[in-house]
């Protein structure tokens, strides 16, 4: 779990940064270090960052098989937004999001890679599967 956040940490940091921060590719690898780049692009197009508070929860370790392991989490992103660094202006696009859309599922894929875990792929459950629905708030 340690190099799980570890590689998160590093993962949150380049996308606020607009660029890769060392030693992200050592803890992000495969289609994780795709996404990362192609999140990049995006971010930095459109001058954005992520801002406010995500939260993971329900986070554990599913399986374990030689050199690969599987983390699941819920993400509660109901106080998440994007945000232009420069001016602080909020994107509007990430504010009020439905509830299916601000709870969601996720299933990251881990590898071993240079005598530790690092983050290999990053699967989002749609919001109608029951993975998904069972990070949605009860009530």
């Known amino acids: 779990m340690e190099d799980f956040r570890q590689g998160f940490l590093l993962y949150d ?4 940064k607009f660029a890769l921060v060392p030693p992200v590719t050592s803890w992000v690898t495969g289609s994780a270090l795709t996404d990362l780049k192609k999140s990049l692009t995006t971010l930095a197009q459109e001058q954005l960052v992520p801002a406010g508070v995500d939260r993971l929860f ?32 909020v994107n509007p696009s ?9 709870y969601i599922f996720i299933t990251w894929g881990m590898t071993r890679a240079d005598g530790h875990w690092a ?4 699967t989002i459950a749609s919001s109608s599967s029951a993975a998904a629905k069972s990070c949605l708030p009860s009530g």
């Open 13 to 16: 940091k380049s996308q606020e």
């Open 58 to 89: 329900r986070t554990s370790v599913t399986a374990v098989s030689g050199s690969s392991a599987t983390i699941t989490t819920c993400d509660d992103g109901s106080k998440y937004n994007e945000q232009n660094p420069r001016t602080h202006v």
């Open 94 to 102: 990430s504010v009020n999001l439905p509830l299916s859309e601000q």
């Open 119 to 122: 983050i290999n792929s990053i």
